[in-house]
């Protein structure tokens, strides 16, 4: 995690963790790349998460679920929200993809 978005991210994700220090700043980073890619696969895209605030708030709970070691729990509790992005970033797969044609 370089770049500023990624920054601005990783304190976000602190904020909403309670997290005021910078000793385990590389752990919650690693825990921000598995959000995402655990996101990535359940939405079945890519998401700019400094757009996509339904994202960034999702991933937000999911580092939250991760940190307190509840992590089984995550999809069961936002499946709607999960469902409700696989859903965004299909119909934007297709409206793409009408525009191609």
Do not use: P
């Given at each position: 995690?370089?770049?500023?978005?990624?920054?601005?991210?990783?304190?976000?994700?602190?904020?909403?963790?309670?997290?005021?220090?910078?000793?385990?700043?590389?752990?919650?980073?690693?825990?921000?790349?598995?959000?995402?890619?655990?996101?990535?696969?359940?939405?079945?895209?890519?998401?700019?998460y400094?757009?996509?605030?339904?994202?960034?708030?999702?991933?937000?709970?999911?580092?939250r679920?991760?940190?307190?070691?509840?992590?089984?729990?995550?999809?069961?509790?936002?499946?709607?929200?999960?469902?409700?992005?696989?859903?965004?970033?299909?119909?934007?797969?297709?409206?793409?993809?009408?525009?191609?044609?």
């Amino acid at each position: 995690m370089k770049d500023e978005k990624d920054i601005d991210l990783l304190e976000e994700v602190k904020s909403h963790l309670s997290i005021t220090w910078n000793n385990e700043d590389a752990n919650i980073s690693n825990l921000v790349i598995e959000a995402k890619q655990h996101l990535s696969e359940k939405i079945g895209a890519e998401i700019d998460y400094s757009k996509d605030f339904s994202a960034r708030r999702l991933l937000k709970e999911y580092c939250r679920y991760v940190r307190n070691y509840s992590k089984e729990y995550f999809e069961q509790n936002f499946i709607n929200d999960i469902v409700f992005l696989q859903l965004k970033y299909a119909s934007e797969d297709l409206k793409d993809g009408e525009s191609e044609d």
